[in-house]
Each structure stands twice: as structure tokens, then as C-alpha cells.
């Protein structure tokens, strides 16, 4: 086969991944469209989705192990999110209370030694439980509160050509974070790690969820939204500096 006709069929089967996993895009797109407010149209991100699909049929090298889904997968969310943060729609109140509500929850545990309650954490901020309940809807309506915001690249899955002399350090550093990671989500009360457990591992909505713990969406957000702070709080040493 001469060099014309392999750049032919390497275009026409790179086509043919980016045909075949369009509809990858949109699952991933309607997945994170129930976390975001109304603000965020779920055309914005199929839209970005479909770069990043292309990006993935473009860099994708079957040799490395890893399948073209999940490989793609990465990528289109990865698109998606930083669309989102381009946006900037977040207003800075609720950048504020994420940090002050992480910052209560490490100030709680110091002294107390325990998981902090809702109570415990609405008493340190000095407001009713009522309002800190609604802290928490805001903060996860208003910023994807995702293990990524824990430091986790959401490029997991590199080439070695993209790999530097200080990838055997990256490995080594990536496995203590996720060593780390996973003993303090151990830490977390049950309802909490359940909520983690169905949102990440199950793929399962706000909604769903809520339907199988037999509560409401709304609390499945709050649950959600501080078992993030907590991990985050619980984390801080591996985070880099915060906006």
C-alpha cells in the first residue's frame, strides 16, 4: 500500500470512531447537564464534546492498551468541563462558601476528632441549618463538584510519546494521591460514600440516586455537595492553592 493510500484509510477509519462514538458524546452531555444550572445548554457542551471527540480519533493509539471508549471518554468530558469554566458563570458568593464550608468542616474534625455533622458545620459558619443546607445546593449547582477539583488529572490516560522524563514520578505521586483518596472516602458516614459510589461509579443522576435512598433530589445534592467539601478538606495537602 502506498503512503496515499494509508493516509486514506487511516483518515476513513479515524472518521469512522468519530461516527461510531458520536452518540458517546451526547450520554456524557446529558450526564452533566443534570449537575449544572439551567444556564448551561446541553448543545454548548455536544458541541465541545464532539472537539474533544475529534481530538481523540486524532491522538488515539490502539498500541497503548487502553480502549478508543475509553480513551474518548476522557477527552469529551474533558472538553466539556473546560468549555464550562470559560463560561465563568459561577458567582463569586459561591466560590466563597465552598471555601468556607471546607475550611469548617477542617476546623470542626480538628477539634472534635470526628466526622462533622451538618449541625456541627452550619454552628462553626453561624448560620441555621436551613441556610447551610442551601450553601450546599448552591455550591453544587454552581461548580461541578467532581474528584477532578481533588487534583485528579482528567487526562489519566497519556502516551508515552506526551510523557516526560518525570513520568516514573507522576506514576509514583498519582498512586499515593489515589491511595490517600480512597482511605479518606473509607472515612466518609455510609450515606455519603453511597451517594460518591452511585454519582461516580454508577453513573446514576441527582435524581436517581434520590429515588434509591428514598429522598429528595435537593438532599442528594446537599449530601453530595458536602461529602466533596469534606474530601476536599480531608485532601487539602494534595490540592494546589485555590483560586
Do not use: C
Not at 470512531?17 to 450526564?31: F, Y
Not at 474534625?109 to 445546593?137: C, F, P, W
Amino acid at each position: 500500500m502506498n503512503s496515499k493510500a494509508a493516509a486514506y484509510r487511516q483518515q476513513t477509519d479515524k472518521s469512522q470512531l468519530v461516527e461510531r462514538h458520536a452518540s458517546l458524546v451526547k450520554r456524557i452531555a446529558h450526564h452533566l447537564i443534570a449537575r449544572l444550572p439551567a444556564s448551561v445548554l446541553v448543545d454548548d457542551l455536544i458541541q465541545s464534546g464532539m472537539i474533544g471527540l475529534l481530538e481523540a480519533a486524532r491522538n488515539f493509539d490502539g498500541s497503548k492498551g487502553a480502549s478508543f471508549e475509553t480513551f474518548a471518554g476522557i477527552r469529551i468530558r474533558g472538553a466539556m468541563l473546560d468549555e464550562i469554566r470559560k463560561g465563568d458563570w459561577t458567582p463569586r458568593s459561591v466560590h466563597r462558601n465552598g471555601r468556607a464550608i471546607t475550611e469548617a468542616i477542617s476546623q470542626v474534625e480538628s477539634e472534635t476528632g470526628r466526622d462533622a455533622r451538618d449541625s456541627d458545620i452550619a454552628d462553626k459558619l453561624n448560620v441555621s441549618l436551613q441556610d447551610y443546607h442551601q450553601m450546599l445546593n448552591e455550591v453544587n449547582a454552581g461548580k461541578l463538584v467532581g474528584i477532578e477539583d481533588l487534583g485528579v488529572s482528567e487526562d489519566v490516560i497519556t502516551t508515552e510519546q506526551s510523557r516526560g522524563s518525570d513520568a516514573p514520578l507522576e506514576d509514583l505521586m498519582q498512586g499515593a494521591f489515589q491511595k490517600a483518596l480512597a482511605h479518606a472516602i473509607t472515612t466518609l458516614p455510609e450515606r455519603e460514600a453511597i451517594v460518591l459510589s452511585l454519582y461516580y461509579d454508577e453513573e446514576l443522576n441527582l435524581r436517581e440516586i434520590g429515588e434509591v435512598l428514598d429522598v429528595s433530589e435537593s438532599r442528594v445534592s446537599q449530601i453530595h455537595s458536602q461529602a466533596m467539601l469534606k474530601l476536599k478538606s480531608r485532601m487539602k495537602s494534595w490540592q494546589a492553592d485555590e483560586e
